[in-house]
């Protein structure tokens, strides 16, 4: 069984760019959540999709935003970059009946200079 | 709000020492409790988890205790390896599947 893809694994980007980051879920996993990881912030919440739909959203600012589609597949986009937007983005999907385990993806490392 | 402490590191021991990593916890509500290990390069795995008090979670030697009475959930192992070299975080949910909250990870070295 395929575990969480997340494609592509680096990028490189300059302030101001805008970037979309992908995540295929386990197939069956109908949840997908995001993080951001930085050494600084350690682990931060970005929000979670469930059927399509957003449900729960994190503190960041609009610039940050998602989606889900209709075969549990995610996107992640990230408008007018920063340089502080440098990070490795986790993505995590769980089983509709066992939410409290998520499974992670390799992550997306970011550098934006 | 909902937070997780643990001991920020870095940690290093020699192969076959023990090992205790210390999370303490606050939450509102009643917690599910999970520690995740991050391996060079990789995302992050499911280590254990406990969900109510007194649980035991349990995997690959690694040991932990859901105590309410002190909001602590300390990671131990009796003899690491040199495989167990990694990150180490400690989490929080409070509700199913909603909100997951990280603590800031404990990299550990285990020497040869």
């Known amino acids: 069984k395929a575990g969480v893809t997340q494609t592509p694994r680096y990028l490189i980007k300059t302030r101001g760019q805008q970037v979309t980051l992908s995540c295929s879920p386990i197939s069956g996993h109908r949840s997908v959540s995001w993080y951001q990881q930085t050494p600084g912030q350690g682990l931060q919440f970005l929000f979670e999709?469930?059927?399509?739909?957003?449900?729960n959203k994190g503190n960041f600012p609009g610039r940050f935003s998602g989606r889900q589609f209709s075969n549990s597949r995610s996107e992640m986009n990230v408008s007018t970059l920063e340089l502080g937007d440098s990070a490795l983005y986790l993505c995590?999907?769980?089983?509709?009946?066992?939410?409290?385990?998520?499974?992670f993806g390799a992550g997306t490392r970011l550098s934006v200079l | 709000g909902n937070s997780v402490t643990q001991m920020e590191g870095p940690v290093t021991l020699s192969e076959e020492a023990f090992l205790t990593i210390n999370c303490t916890y606050t939450?509102?509500?009643?917690?599910?409790l999970f520690w995740y290990v991050q391996y060079p390069g990789e995302g992050l795995q499911l280590l254990l988890k406990?969900?109510?008090?007194?649980d035991k979670g349990s995997n690959k030697g690694f040991e932990a205790t859901y105590r309410k009475e002190t909001t602590s959930f300390h990671l131990e192992k009796g003899s690491v390896q040199v495989s167990d070299s990694a990150v180490y975080f400690c989490?929080?949910?409070?509700?199913?599947?909603?909100?997951?909250?990280f603590g800031p990870g404990t990299r550990l070295s285990v020497l040869p």
């Open positions: 939450a509102t509500g009643y917690p599910s």
């Open positions: 999709y469930f059927s399509e739909t957003q449900r």
């Open positions: 406990a969900t109510k008090a007194d």
């Open positions: 989490a929080l949910s409070v509700r199913r599947g909603q909100n997951f909250v």
């Open positions: 995590a999907s769980s089983l509709p009946g066992d939410q409290n385990i998520q499974y």
